[in-house]
């Protein structure tokens, strides 16, 4: 059975536009999970943006709810991670000035450091993922690091769709990218711009067992509720 995680990164965004406690991402997690994800996601980015380290805690700490937290490879957040004990890791890319994650990280650049991290959190028995452009040279360096999962960054494909131009290379590099990654038993996620016309074409690919959904549920539930978009998503993975 395919898996839905909620991102809820921006229940922490629309609260932090106040400056007070309303909404709050630890109601919004609880809410979700009670609705039909499967998973809540959650990004502590090193400018605090949105979610806190004191969210991050109380909403790792709740019974009954997985928990995959989005981190860099900075030290001091590495290390934060270990203390709070997610029930999942996603190791992303982070750049200040990104308004968001702009595409997979750079494994070439950062195996070393990346080798270690994942170490550190496989002592933990900790699920680790990286977040991944759809390609095949990070596929075989991802197994070669032995994460647990590849969630792949499916922006582009997103973009290429809500633009009505063609996707189809695009979509059967993630193809390829899910189908070599189930080969070698790791286990493939999508993530990023994801709506549900996106959803839809990825799932036919059977490789795919999670997707990670965030921006357009949060901002779809303004429309129709946030109960309704979770079963539509739900209602499309499970075809």
């Not at 001091?76 to 200040?96: G, H, S």
């Not at 709506?195 to 067992?209: M, Q, R, V, W």
């Not at 979770?230 to 499970?238: A, E, N, P, S």
């Amino acid at each position: 059975m395919k898996r839905l995680g909620v991102n809820i990164d921006h229940v922490a965004t629309l609260r932090n536009a106040r400056g007070e406690n309303h909404p709050d991402p630890y109601h919004a997690a609880l809410h979700v999970v009670k609705k039909g994800a499967d998973s809540v996601t959650i990004h502590l980015r090193e400018d605090r943006r949105h979610i806190n380290y004191l969210d991050t805690k109380k909403i790792c700490k709740l019974n009954k709810v997985l928990v995959n937290l989005e981190i860099s490879i900075n030290n001091k957040i590495v290390n934060n991670a270990l203390k709070i004990k997610p029930n999942y890791v996603c190791i992303v890319p982070e750049n200040r000035k990104e308004v968001t994650t702009e595409g997979g990280l750079n494994i070439i650049k950062n195996k070393n450091k990346l080798s270690k991290i994942i170490k550190r959190f496989k002592k933990k028995k900790i699920r680790t993922s990286l977040f991944i452009n759809p390609s095949l040279k990070d596929i075989k360096l991802s197994k070669e690091l032995k994460v647990d999962c590849v969630e792949i960054h499916t922006g582009k494909l997103s973009n290429l769709v809500k633009l009505k131009k063609k996707y189809t290379t695009e979509l059967n590099r993630i193809k390829k990218c899910s189908i070599l990654a189930k080969k070698l038993k790791i286990e493939v996620h999508a993530g990023h711009g994801l709506d549900y016309k996106t959803t839809k074409i990825l799932n036919k690919i059977k490789e795919i067992e999670e997707f990670n959904i965030g921006h357009f549920i949060i901002g779809e539930s303004i429309f129709i509720g946030l109960s309704n978009v979770i079963k539509k998503f739900k209602k499309i993975i499970k075809n």
